[in-house]
């Protein structure tokens, strides 16, 4: 368990040696130290580090010897240094793909502020979603000797590299995004769900050809929400006739507008697998003079942006980020050491925020998504 001590039985305790006092020594001032207070009190340097690390019972004569002998040089234990001989250091690291991203923004601000609320620091390192950060990172942090590790990533670990870091790592949470072979703890939303529910609005309002632009088709995430979506159309007795997979970034959501665009734009309405690249297609659409929701309506995934603000509305689907972040803590919190058997995944609900870039499709919308799906 984070915060408690990892190794057991006093007298392999390390001893401190810092401080953050100073006093006059000897005729010079400069800082007081273990071995000063251990001379001062006629004990050992090891007594006294297990006085103040409260793993030893003395006799309250020599209690009061040590006490007597802090007060009067003015010791003030290092706690850097007390932690390290506690075995543990009381700081987590957190690994995300993009700290500019307002997904991994909120989440890294749910990751600190719960950590903060147990007495934890954080260790924060963006990847910019490269594998060879995120392996560089992962050393970094197994080095430092941090608690734990929350790990974000945002791409498929070709080669296994990633997987086996990871594994190197004792205490490790792995959120949103999967690490196929890694058997620790995961948190995800429930994006099959997710997909639904975007389906459902789509259904509701009469569509019946839709698209989805998201990333890799191997990412759970995608998989996720693509499957849900693409299952709730069908039983709806719709269909997908646009699917388009890049990765979750603006710049992608562009190129899959000009794509939609040169393909005659052969769905009424599309599912965008994250806010961002929904905006990347809003951009392009506009820019084409194609006017949402009234020619094409839309919906994205996270709501963690000011989507109310931008025109139109953006309806999407609302992740639980920050209950994400902080149930993550609170899962590696608990962790004693990497459990013999990985749990399942823990999957956290969603829901859709209605807004107003989704309504009924025109007869002439219908028939020209219906001609173009018919010739593809």
């Given at each position: 368990m984070i915060g408690g001590p990892k190794t057991t039985g006093a007298a392999n305790a390390p001893q401190m040696s810092g401080d953050a006092s100073t006093t006059k020594l000897a005729g010079t001032k400069r800082l007081a130290n273990l071995r000063d207070v251990a001379k001062a009190a006629g004990v050992s340097v090891a007594t006294v580090s297990r006085h103040l690390n409260r793993s030893?019972?003395?006799?309250?004569?020599?209690?009061a010897r040590i006490?007597?002998?802090?007060?009067?040089?003015?010791y003030r234990p290092n706690p850097h240094a007390r932690r390290l001989s506690l075995?543990?250091?009381d700081t987590i690291g957190?690994?995300?793909?993009?700290?500019?991203?307002?997904?991994?923004?909120?989440?890294?601000?749910?990751v600190e502020e719960e950590a903060?609320?147990?007495?934890?620091?954080?260790?924060?390192?963006?990847?910019?979603?490269?594998?060879?950060?995120?392996?560089?990172?992962?050393?970094?942090?197994?080095?430092?000797?941090?608690?734990?590790?929350?790990f974000v990533t945002n791409h498929i670990d070709q080669t296994g590299?990633?997987?086996?870091?990871?594994?190197?790592?004792?205490?490790?949470?792995?959120?949103?995004?999967?690490?196929?072979?890694?058997?620790?703890?995961?948190?995800y939303c429930d994006n099959e769900a997710a997909g639904r529910l975007a389906a459902e609005a789509f259904l509701a309002s009469g569509h019946r050809h839709v698209g989805f632009v998201g990333s890799d088709a191997a990412m759970i995430s995608t998989s996720g929400r693509l499957g849900g979506f693409a299952r709730q159309i069908c039983d709806g007795g719709g269909q997908v006739s646009f699917v388009s997979h890049g990765d979750y970034t603006r710049a992608f959501g562009r190129r899959a507008a000009a794509e939609f665009i040169e393909r005659g734009l052969p769905a009424t309405a599309l599912f965008a697998a994250s806010d961002e690249i929904a905006l990347g297609l809003l951009e392009v659409f506009r820019d084409a003079g194609i006017r949402v929701p009234a020619e094409l309506s839309l919906i994205g995934f996270d709501d963690t942006g000011p989507l109310h603000l931008i025109d139109p509305p953006l309806t999407t689907i609302r992740q639980p980020v920050r209950e994400i972040g902080r149930r993550g803590v609170e899962l590696l919190a608990s962790l004693d050491a990497r459990p013999a058997e990985a749990p399942p995944p823990e999957l956290l609900p969603v829901e859709i925020v209605h807004r107003a870039s989704v309504q009924p499709p025109t007869e002439t919308v219908r028939e020209r998504a219906a001609a173009i799906s018919g010739r593809n």
């Open positions: 030893l019972t003395l006799p309250d004569a020599t209690v006490e007597a002998a802090i007060a009067e040089l003015g075995g543990r250091s957190l690994v995300i793909p993009d700290i500019a991203n307002p997904f991994f923004a909120t989440l890294a601000a749910a903060d609320a147990r007495g934890l620091g954080v260790a924060l390192r963006s990847s910019l979603n490269r594998p060879g950060r995120e392996l560089k990172y992962l050393d970094q942090l197994r080095h430092n000797e941090v608690d734990g590790l929350i590299a990633l997987a086996a870091e990871i594994d190197r790592v004792e205490r490790v949470v792995v959120l949103d995004e999967d690490v196929p072979g890694v058997g620790v703890p995961k948190i």
